[in-house]
């Protein structure tokens, strides 16, 4: 899927904070510039393609820090199978939690790493109070409500509330990125 969150990242973020960013699709993602190759597996096969992200990052781009960010059906992926312990810790941006389990939050609980939830104050699938639930008991997770926004974040303002979500936590004491790009 191409979501505009993502494209907006790749262009705002390295330009704007200094950030690399490697953006991916699953297999069998489609969207309007095609099809990945594969087939969805509802989050099992889909751990091979996170794993390779992973590798990629670290061994062919050398990257020092990396931090997991993942949109809808992409923070169960993150939760499930971004759990190499050189990753800093983890963005989730409309997290359904439909097929992350008890035991997947377990080990990010007693693993540490922070994670930020950013949720919007009107997703359909998980509301902030939901989220604020299943993340019950883990202090290592911050659920941040985005007022106004729906699960997808269309329109400048929320983008611009995500975009700055993720320098804060990928580099603290960055400036607040600028409105307009």
């Known amino acids: 899927m191409d979501s505009h969150i993502f494209k907006k990242a790749a262009n705002r973020l390295p330009a704007l904070a200094g950030i690399t960013v490697i953006r991916f699709n699953t297999r069998g993602t489609a969207s309007p510039q095609g099809q990945s190759d594969g087939e969805f597996g509802d989050g099992l096969t889909e751990r091979a393609d996170v794993i390779s992200a992973i590798n990629y990052a670290f061994e062919e781009l050398a990257v020092g820090t990396l931090w997991i960010v993942g949109w809808s059906f992409g923070t169960d992926l993150a939760l499930q199978h971004a759990t190499d312990p050189q990753i800093k810790g983890l963005i989730l941006l409309s997290p359904p939690l ?23 104050e009107h997703d359909e699938f998980l509301s902030p109070t939901q989220a604020r639930a299943r993340f019950a008991g883990m202090p290592n997770v911050e659920v941040i409500e985005s007022k106004g926004a729906k699960h997808l974040w269309v329109g400048e303002p ?9 320098v804060k936590r990928v580099k603290p004491g960055a400036q607040t990125l600028p409105p307009e790009f």
Do not use: C, M, N, Q
């Not at 439909?98 to 919007?120: N, Q, Y």
């Not at 929320?158 to 993720?166: C, E, N, R």
């Open 98 to 120: 439909k097929t992350t389990t008890e035991a997947d939050l377990g080990f990010w609980k007693s693993d540490g790493r922070p994670i930020v939830a950013l949720v919007p």
């Open 158 to 166: 929320y983008v611009h509330f995500v975009l700055d979500g993720i």
